[in-house]
C-alpha cells in the first residue's frame, strides 16, 4: 500500500502534490464537531480496508502513543461501553468494568459493530455512535495536546485535543489499560 495524504484539498504523495482540487467528504463525526465549533484536524489516507492502528501509526509515522483507537464492550447488564485508549495497549477489563460500575465486561463481537454503533471495523470513534453510550478514554491522553483518533470512516483521522474530544463524545478520563507488568505475565 502507498501513502497518500490530503490536507485541505491538495494530496501530496510523499510530499509532492500529485492532484488538486479533490474535496474529501466530511464524516458524520467531523459534522458534529463543526455543529458543536469545537476545533479540530481532519487527516485522510488511502485504505483499501481494516487495517489495525498500529499499522497506521507505522505507515503515517505516528507515535503509538497518541494514536487512540475505539474499543466497544457489553456490560454484565447487557449495557454497552466505549473504551478509547492508545494504539498498542491492552484494555484492562476489570479496570474497564469498575469504571463504569459493571461486575465484569467482554469486548463486543466486530459482527455486531455496525449494529451496535452505526460504525464499521477501522472506522469507529466514540463521537456520533447511534445511541448515547458511556464513553471512558484512558488518562494518558493528557500527555498530548492533540490525540489522533478515527474520524468516522476508514482512511479518516480526526486530531483534536482530549478535553474536546472529551466534550464531544461526552466522556470521563480512568486509568484503562492493562499494566505492563500484567502484560508481560501474560506473555511470558
Known amino acids: 500500500m502507498v501513502p497518500v495524504f490530503y490536507a485541505g484539498t491538495m494530496i501530496f504523495f510523499f510530499g509532492v502534490n500529485i492532484m488538486a482540487e479533490i474535496k474529501p467528504q466530511k464524516t458524520n463525526a467531523m459534522r458534529i464537531l463543526d455543529r458543536m465549533k469545537i476545533p479540530y ?3 485522510y489516507y488511502t485504505c483499501d480496508g481494516f487495517i489495525d492502528g498500529i499499522h497506521i501509526a507505522d ?3 505516528q507515535p503509538y502513543a497518541q494514536s ?10 447487557g449495557k454497552y461501553h466505549v473504551f478509547v485508549l492508545p494504539v498498542a495497549e491492552e484494555l484492562d477489563l476489570k479496570a474497564a468494568a469498575k469504571t463504569v460500575g459493571e461486575k465484569s465486561i467482554e469486548l463486543l463481537h466486530v459482527k455486531d459493530l455496525k449494529d451496535v454503533t452505526g460504525y464499521i471495523r477501522g472506522g469507529c470513534t466514540a463521537i456520533g455512535m447511534k445511541k448515547d453510550y458511556t464513553v471512558v478514554i484512558d488518562e494518558s491522553c493528557f500527555r498530548f ?3 489522533i483518533i478515527s474520524g468516522g470512516a476508514l482512511g479518516v483521522q480526526i486530531f483534536i485535543s482530549p478535553e ?3 466534550i464531544a463524545a ?9 499494566p505492563k507488568t500484567q502484560k508481560t505475565a501474560r506473555l511470558g
Open 145 to 147: 495536546e492533540e490525540i
Open 59 to 61: 505507515l503515517l509515522g
Open 170 to 178: 461526552k466522556a470521563k478520563s480512568a486509568d484503562i489499560v492493562l
Open 164 to 166: 474536546n474530544f472529551m
Open 41 to 43: 484536524t481532519a487527516n
Open 68 to 77: 487512540f483507537k475505539t474499543l466497544v464492550s457489553i456490560g454484565k447488564s
